[in-house]
């Protein structure tokens, strides 16, 4: 299997233009998560789907972030309009059921200017 | 900007050496717990795992103990090697909420 795969790996972006993120979980697995990493707060959970269905976002910052995850193979993270604050590196994890561990993808890097 | 990040504490080892990395999680009531290894640049790396009615499991070169009465989680990690460089976070888990809680990260510095 390739992993949980992540789409840009890197990202540089002007205040106030859209990003989005991609995310393909592994196959097979229920669970997504969508991870921000930032040197200020570490690692911080922001959503996460069980079988396509939003179950906590509690975590997402503001009404700028937004996901969806449309099919079991396919997420995505957004952020309209992007702020300079919104710089660091999101990650997205998937697993097979609630007990079992989160395998990471590699990240996105973001770098709002 | 912002200028003051978080402050990872660092374990420095010499090469063959054991390390030990240790965590105190918050809540009583999680009941599965998790080391993963941060690379640079890379995402986070399940490393070994254990849950809340046991105290001790063994890897290859790992082992974790669990240690419920005071909160306290510790990752061991024998033979040290420059590999094992890298970011090492506990989390842990409430398997009835699924609340995953990251610890902040020790970063592990191996000397050769």
């Known amino acids: 299997d390739a992993g949980v795969i992540q789409s840009p790996r890197h990202e540089v972006t002007e205040m106030g233009q859209e990003v989005t993120l991609r995310c393909k979980p592994i196959?097979?697995?229920?669970?997504l998560f969508w991870y921000r990493q930032t040197m200020m707060r570490g690692l911080e959970l922001l959503i996460y789907f069980n079988n396509n269905v939003p179950i906590d976002d509690s975590g997402m910052p503001e009404d700028r972030f937004s996901a969806k995850m449309p099919n079991a193979s396919f997420s995505t993270l957004k952020i309209q309009p992007s702020e300079p604050r919104d710089s660091a590196v999101y990650f997205c994890a998937s697993s097979g059921d609630s007990q079992e561990t989160q395998y990471f993808g590699p990240g996105t890097r973001l770098l709002v200017l | 900007g912002e200028s003051v990040g978080l402050h990872l504490p660092t374990l420095s080892v010499q090469e063959g050496d054991n390390s030990i990395i240790n965590c105190a999680y918050s809540?009583?009531?999680?009941?599965?717990f998790i080391w993963y290894k941060q690379e640079s640049g890379k995402g986070p790396q399940f490393i070994i795992d254990?849950?809340?009615?046991?105290d001790k499991r063994q890897g290859q070169r790992v082992t974790v103990l669990l240690n419920k009465t005071v909160k306290h989680l510790s990752l061991q990690i024998a033979a040290t090697q420059p590999g094992d460089s890298a970011v090492y976070f506990c989390a842990e888990i409430n398997s009835g909420t699924y609340k995953y809680i990251f610890g902040t990260g020790t970063r592990l510095k191996v000397l050769a």
């Open positions: 254990i849950r809340s009615n046991m």
């Open positions: 196959s097979g697995h229920d669970y």
């Open positions: 809540n009583s009531a999680s009941d599965y």
